[in-house]
Structure formats: C-alpha cells, structure tokens
T-cell receptor, first 111, second 111 residues
Framework: DAKTTQPPSMDCAEGRAANLPCNHS???????VYWYRQIHSQGPQYIIH???NNETNEMASLIITEDRKSSTLILPHATLRDTAVYYC????????????FGTGTQLKVEL | EPEVTQTPSHQVTQMGQEVILRCVPI?????FYWYRQILGQKVEFLVS????????KSEIFDDQFSVERPDGSNFTLKIRSTKLEDSAMYFC?????????FGPGTRLTVL
C-alpha cells in the first residue's frame, strides 16, 4: 500500500472550513484514497473516499489533485465535535483491502 | 443506519487465560476484519476474513490468535493464552463493497 504523509496537528476555528492535506505520491492507479477519523479511543469512523474525481457527501468534500499525488479533506463548517484524529489512507478497493493507519492529523476545533 | 457491534465493551483477564472477543458485522457485508490499537499507538491491522477463511493476516496475528464466523451473524477473535502486551483496544470492521465500517471496540486489559 502507498504511504501517506499528513501534518501531525492542525487548529481550526469553529464554523470555519477545515482543510486537511495529505500527500500520497506513490499511489498506484487502482488505489483509492480513504479518509477516516477517530474521536478519543472510539472506533475509526468512515468519512469519504475517492479514486480520481472530487467527491462530496454529507460530512465532507475530498479534493484529489489531477496527478493523484495529494488530496485535501474539507470539513466545510467545523464544529467542536469534529475534534479528532483524521487519517488519510490509500488502499485497494478489491481483495482484502486492509487499511494501514498512520499517525494522522490531530484536528482541534476551538471556539 | 446499520452498525457493527462488539461485545464486551471491556474485558479484564489474567495473563495466560483465553479470551473471545465478539463482533456482529453489518448484515449484508462479506469481508470482516480485526484491528487493534495499543494505548497511544496506531491502529494496526490484524486479520481479514472472507468466504469463511483468512484472506490476509499481519505478523501480529500469530498462532495465539484465531478467528471464526460460527454462524451467519457473529465474527469472533480468540486469543488462546493472553500476554500483558495483548492489552489494547480491539476493533472489528466489516465491508460490503468499498467502505469499511468499524465497531466501537473492546478494551482488553491483561493483568
């Protein structure tokens, strides 16, 4: 699986957009980009995934660069409840599809 | 929305004892996983399971570990002879097509 690089921490004011970057320069053509988050010691929560195109759902938007070597997760209006560790993971969508978690980005949303 | 459930939420055991952690995956999912997270460390993949057999396992998943899907709904992780270093949060996950959904975890404490 391709390795990802994320900043260890970020701060965001409540109500503002949180933009979390991820580098995955060794991604292969059939690997998806997944974003998960973990609040305290709860189970990781799926946020969004994408292959080539930008994606949006009720939680977030995912912007993937044209060369697919990096992506940005956007939380459009961050709230205090979005404070969590955010993981960018690259993985195949077929077969075992194990997820390899890194250390992620600790996002702190403040008043 | 369907959820992955896990029991118990917390298990305390003595070193050398056997433990069984239980999971009920989302009902129409076909791929099942166990991950663990030692306190303060990354989430680590243990094993994936598909079509009633292990599809991939990590180096952590040695002979002391086993998985089973004893009926149509449960998915279990057994640790035969627990060690102090097995103390961790254990997360079960299941996948239908592309997305893995995680349970809330079982906190295993080995004394």
């Amino acid at each position: 699986d391709a390795k990802t690089t994320q900043p260890p921490s970020m701060d965001c004011a409540e109500g503002r957009a949180a933009n979390l970057p991820c580098n995955h320069s060794t991604i292969s053509g059939n690997e998806y980009v997944y974003w998960y988050r973990q609040i305290h010691s709860q189970g990781p929560q799926y946020i969004i995934h994408g292959l080539k195109n930008n994606e949006t759902n009720e939680m977030a938007s995912l912007i993937i660069t044209e060369d697919r070597k990096s992506s940005t997760l956007i939380l459009p209006h961050a709230t205090l409840r979005d404070t969590a560790v955010y993981y960018c993971i690259v993985s195949l969508a077929r077969g075992g599809n194990k997820l390899t978690f890194g250390t992620g980005t600790q996002l702190k949303v403040e008043l | 929305e369907p959820e992955v459930t896990q029991t118990p939420s917390h298990q305390v055991t003595q070193m050398g004892q056997e433990v069984i952690l239980r999971c009920v995956p989302i009902s129409n999912h076909l791929y099942f996983y166990w991950y663990r997270q030692i306190l303060g460390q990354k989430v680590e993949f243990l094993v994936s399971f598909y079509n009633n057999e292990i599809s991939e396992k990590s180096e952590i998943f040695d002979d002391q570990f086993s998985v089973e899907r004893p009926d149509g709904s449960n998915f279990t992780l057994k640790i035969r002879s627990t060690k102090l270093e097995d103390s961790a949060m254990y997360f079960c996950a299941s996948r239908g097509t592309i997305k893995q959904f995680f349970g809330p975890g079982t906190r295993l404490t080995v004394l």
